[in-house]
């Protein structure tokens, strides 16, 4: 091998080894709730969350899907990668609000007021969706979330429990099919 090619070699491991590196960041959770002192900064923290949850979800499944095929190893790393995302979000809401409580929909903007409920929304792990509904139960009780918002969640919930989406018959009562689907989930108020 001549010289040149040593140095394109040498170089093509160099990009590659910090591509490694800057990928893998650890972060500490407890640490970043823990440097949260003000209104502000809470604020801050829960609309950042918001736009991390939003920004892997920004139609890029769906290009991806038309672009490499369902089942593409693209789309394996694309859904991995939004499974670590949102599994370190839930674990940054759930320190906050054992911190900090639901945030009051008085005075934050819609991204910082819905943040905590989309991260939960978007869980996979059923116990995990269980173990926040007296949160969300709440929240939604104080005019925190909606009406919509709870009984999407209970949906969802529903569905990942019994395998199949609770549709109602007859005339529709929200709150009737927020308290029916309580009970079926076995949920404690």
Not at 22 to 44: C, F, G, M, N, R
Request: aromatic share 12%.
């Amino acid at each position: 091998m001549n010289r040149g090619k040593y140095i394109t070699l040498y170089l093509i491991l160099l990009f590659l080894s910090c591509q490694e590196n800057t990928s893998y960041q650890p972060v500490d959770v407890k640490k970043e709730i823990a440097e949260l002192k003000t209104k502000s900064e809470k604020i801050s923290y829960l609309e950042k969350i918001y736009k991390i949850d939003q920004d892997i979800r920004d139609g890029k499944s769906s290009d991806l899907i038309l672009k490499y095929g369902i089942e593409s190893p693209e789309i394996l790393e694309f859904y991995s990668k939004m499974d670590s995302i949102d599994k370190l979000n839930l674990e940054r809401i759930e320190i906050y609000l054992k911190e900090f409580g639901y945030p009051d929909s008085t005075y934050v903007k819609i991204e910082a007021k819905i943040a905590p409920w989309l991260v939960i929304q978007h869980s996979t792990d059923i116990d995990k969706r269980k173990q926040f509904f007296p949160i969300l139960y709440t929240a939604y009780n104080e005019g925190n979330i909606d009406t919509d918002q709870i009984e999407m969640y209970l949906g969802r919930t529903y569905q990942m429990v019994f395998g199949k989406y609770p549709f109602g018959e007859g005339a529709y009562d929200p709150n009737e099919k927020i308290n029916r689907l309580i009970k079926e989930l076995n949920l404690k108020k």
